[in-house]
């Protein structure tokens, strides 16, 4: 029902078409708009009945004016140019390291995510399940230029990766200096 104004606009452009059309080919309408000897005519150039059909040509161009500009906005194409609410972006990140330092079923295993703002470093909710050789993280940011990374946390010692920001990625950790 959103496209009914788009029909209705439609309709109005097909009378009007069809009018001009009427004008051009057709002698005898053409001949009944512009008056001839002997008719009521207004300046002397369009007869009364032209003048009906000039009335009905504005209406049909205002109708179509109005529909155009009552209805409202495209919601789909907003969406296609990233005009959409702030809504969080759900971002995976498959993560792959040596499986010699870092064991996730450790029970120590603890895994971290931080986006960068203007104010630094934020910490966020993160998800993650263990796949063969890494982890598959899933993580919510703002949108998707946010830079994010991941820490884990492990025994032997603190693994990161580098900053992202695109929907899905394949990282590699490395091993993080001692402070």
Known sequence: MSNVPGVIAIFFALLLAAL???????PNFRDAVLGGPGEASILGLISVKGVAIVLLCGLLIGGILFVLKQSPPDQSASGRQGKTPNTPVKMRLNVHFDPADVNPRNPKFRVVAFIKTSGGRKNIPVNFKVTEGGLSVI?????MKTPFYIQFHTPKG???THDYS????LATAY???QE
């Open 166 to 169: 695109i929907e899905e990625a």
């Open 158 to 160: 603190v693994w990161q």
């Open 175 to 177: 091993k993080m200096q």
């Open 20 to 26: 001009i059309v009427a004008l051009i080919f057709r």
């Open 139 to 143: 993580l919510d940011v703002p949108d």
